[in-house]
């Protein structure tokens, strides 16, 4: 039997212990204190004793600073499997954190509590991102328990923050610590696809924006005395919107869509009633802009139709950047991208292709500091819905992938 044989067999033997470890990481909430929560503290206090009975010892701690939370702290923690390289280690990279269970009533069980039926495991946060962690801790006890060294050193980095922004997580990181060398292979199975094929390098570039209008408050009878706010904003919200056309024409194909989008989003309430002309509007925009254009020129181009708006409607309009992210991509023909996808077709029987995505990843902030990194894994993205749910046969699947690649020289 092959070394990649007996840990294709000692995996399909975990379902057990995948359920046990799924259950626990779900029974502690690791929410931001923007939702209302204390933070991943309890969660990687957890793990890291999990872990340590499982014999993955020796874990790192990298936590950053928040007051806060009760702790003061966010956990970031290294767990190593080392390999006979010593250069260009496989790093596996999942978060802690969760969102909220959202409307409990659309829940068909208690979210914080697992409840596995028909192969799969339901509960808030089993995909999003317990099936990264998971799958990348029985990875690495494949290798302890066999007694197997992989080839290359495998490093579990499971960070704090993401659902909230990655100040204190990946953010954090690479401010305070130097973690990365320009030639680790950095696999985040936080996104992907339900048919493996999906390798994500390149992320659209993404700004938020806040337009306030601010003209002046009447009587809707005697609209002429004022300056209609709303009615300028709407204006605006679609001069924004047609930026899509216009302007930013280029086209993409690694992308779907293929095409930079514009979108108004949010609206806040400006006036309680019906007939009065609104003074102040406060409405969003989602913007996701291919990479070929930076984030600079699209604020130009908002900026100039803003000033329009302002000379027509005798209005003033404030623009304010709510989050801003852009980067470069991994290259499509980058080594990572290429173990990868033979690591897949092994796995899985499929040909996984390079694909870029419109939704951002913390894939954003390593590629923006120069680290090559890509986005996998086997899922049904269920993530941040009501009865959240894994499928057993893709985390065992997903283990055997990172598996295999640590064996690759």
């Known amino acids: 039997m092959t070394i990649l044989s007996q840990i294709q067999q000692f995996l399909d033997s975990q379902e057990k212990g995948i359920i046990e470890l799924e259950t626990l990481l779900s029974s502690h909430p ?36 928040d007051s806060r939370v009760p702790s003061k702290i966010r956990p970031n923690m290294v767990a190593t499997i080392p390999g006979k390289r010593k250069d260009s280690p496989i790093w596996i990279m999942s978060h802690l954190d969760v969102v909220p269970e959202g409307e409990r009533r659309l829940w068909e069980s208690d979210p914080w509590k697992v409840v596995v039926k028909n192969g799969k495991l339901y509960g808030r946060g089993v995909e999003d991102n317990q099936q990264g962690i998971v799958s990348s801790v029985f990875a690495a ?202 690591a897949v077709r092994q796995v899985y029987g499929v040909e996984a292709k390079p694909i870029g995505i419109g939704g951002g990843t913390v894939g954003a902030y390593l590629r923006k500091a120069g680290f090559d990194c890509v986005v996998w894994s086997k899922i049904h993205e269920t993530a941040h819905q009501p009865n959240e749910s894994a499928d057993i046969a893709n985390i065992i699947g997903d283990a055997k992938v990172f598996a295999t690649l640590a064996l690759m020289p």
């Not at 329009?308 to 023909?333: M, N």
């Open 30 to 65: 690791a929410l931001a204190p923007e939702s209302g929560g204390i933070g991943e503290i309890e969660k990687a206090a957890a793990l890291e004793a999990w872990l340590d009975k499982q014999g993955i010892t020796g874990i790192q701690h990298f936590d950053a600073p």
């Open 141 to 342: 006890l494949a290798f302890l328990r066999l007694g197997i060294v992989p080839e290359r050193t495998i490093k579990l980095l499971f960070i704090a923050d993401e659902e909230v922004g990655s100040k204190f997580g990946i953010q954090y990181l690479l401010a305070h610590h130097k973690l990365f060398g320009k030639d680790d292979i950095i696999l985040i199975p936080d996104g992907g696809s339900a048919d493996a094929t999906e390798i994500e390098v390149a992320e659209k570039n993404i700004c938020w924006l806040k337009v306030t209008t601010k003209g002046k408050q009447t009587h809707a009878a005697m609209p002429d005395r004022g300056a209609n706010a709303f009615l300028a904003a709407s204006d605006l919200a679609l001069r924004i919107h047609r930026l899509e056309k216009s302007t930013f024409t280029a086209r993409d194909h690694l992308f779907s869509p293929d095409r930079s989008t514009i979108n108004p989003t949010k609206k806040e309430a400006n006036v309680p009633n019906v007939n009065t002309i609104p003074g102040e509007d406060v409405f969003y925009v989602d913007m996701r802009i291919l990479p070929v254009y930076p984030v600079a020129t699209a604020l130009e181009e908002v900026s100039r139709q803003a000033r329009a708006i302002e000379a027509e409607y005798g209005v003033k309009v404030q623009l304010d950047v709510v989050q801003s992210t852009e980067s470069r991509a991994t290259p499509s023909d980058s080594p990572m991208v290429g173990l990868l996808a033979e």
